[in-house]
């Protein structure tokens, strides 16, 4: 007899719980008019320019660039480390959104280990956290492919963690044990262009949306609020591969700054934003790859190109004039009369 109003009591209260949920992701709604494309945080192809160089991006490692097609973190060989990371700190805008696409594949059966996105105070700094450092500060978002400890989630999976400088990445569990999300997404191996999506609502919320089902719709892998990150930190992705290995690609990095009623007036980027995505006037009509040293950027590159120039110039102008030397002696010479 009291199991009916027992019952009824547990529902009232699940509805209630599911409620407040809703409530708290709508309280901060994003909306495509709050945003404001900034563009040194994003990344279009070609990539680099005709000097092979990137204005806003570092890459290294096994990192390269096939140009106007993908910037390749790492290749699908085992034991690989790479990295891509934005050269200014993110100070403004304080409420951002970072969108990418990305490809994983490779093809074998024994693949891994996937890549991460990264919102740290640190920058560069190679690790053993899908290529980056342990003990970071900031935000990690983990697109993980290959399972090392015993869990029951379903992988690939995506994990996101706040480290606070101190607390290490506990691959035991796969992030799991200080997870502040995560969700299975079926990422890997897909003929189409995957999208995901972080946000964050300064000293209020992150969010992880993903797009892998070819669809053009967004669905949320996690929410976490009353989440407050460094306010100076840095976008970087990264990625390795030990025995299982597999290509991560990423095709296109998109990012915007959040302004409403939930952000109040900011600052605008120190550079000159726009509400188009504009992509860089560039032409390159090659796909031949860059490959990027571990140490160097695409920087570097270029001086490469401008040392083969002044050789190239060098030499030209030395074939010139011995040409034009041999030419005038024969000219001025004395002519033989003999006829025999």
Request: hydrophobic share 35%; proline share 4%.
């Amino acid at each position: 007899m009291h199991l009916f109003p027992t019952l009824l009591q547990a529902f009232a209260s699940l509805t209630l719980l599911c409620t407040i949920a809703s409530a708290d992701e709508a309280r901060f709604e994003v909306k495509d008019s709050d945003l404001t494309y900034v563009e040194h945080f994003s990344m279009q192809p070609p990539y680099v320019d005709e000097y092979l160089m990137s204005r806003y991006w570092d890459f290294g490692g096994n990192a390269y660039v096939d140009i106007n097609r993908f910037v390749r973190i790492t290749p699908n060989r085992q034991s690989m480390k790479g990295w891509v990371w934005a050269r200014m700190p993110v100070v403004n805008p304080k409420s951002w959104v970072c969108e990418f696409e990305f490809k994983v594949h490779g093809g074998d059966r024994l693949f891994g280990d996937g890549f991460a996105f990264w919102y740290t105070t640190g920058r560069k700094q190679v690790g053993d956290v899908f290529g980056g450092a342990d003990r970071f500060d900031g935000l990690g978002v983990f697109f993980d492919t290959y399972t090392n400890g015993r869990n029951r989630a379903i992988f690939p999976l995506i994990t996101g963690m706040i480290g606070d400088g101190m607390t290490k990445y506990d691959e035991s569990t796969d992030g799991q044990s200080n997870a502040i999300g995560s969700c299975t997404a079926q990422f890997r191996e897909k003929e189409y262009v995957t999208r995901a999506k972080v946000i964050y609502v300064e000293n209020k919320m992150v969010q992880v949306f993903i797009d892998v089902d070819g669809l053009g719709t967004w669905k949320n892998c996690f929410t976490k609020n009353d989440v407050t990150l460094p306010e100076r930190g840095y976008f970087g992705f990264t990625s390795h591969t030990g025995d299982a290995a597999d290509n991560h690609d990423l095709i296109r990095i998109m990012t915007y700054q959040i302004e409403n009623e939930h952000t109040g007036k900011q600052e605008p980027p120190s550079s000159q934003p726009t509400r188009v995505d504009r992509r860089p006037d560039i032409n390159l009509k090659t796909n031949t790859p860059v490959p990027l040293s571990a140490q160097g950027t695409s920087s570097g590159a270029s001086y490469v190109w401008y040392g083969v120039l002044v050789v190239f110039i060098i030499l030209a102008v030395g074939g010139i004039g011995a040409a034009a030397f041999v030419a005038y002696s024969k000219m001025n010479s004395p002519k033989s009369y003999k006829r025999f």
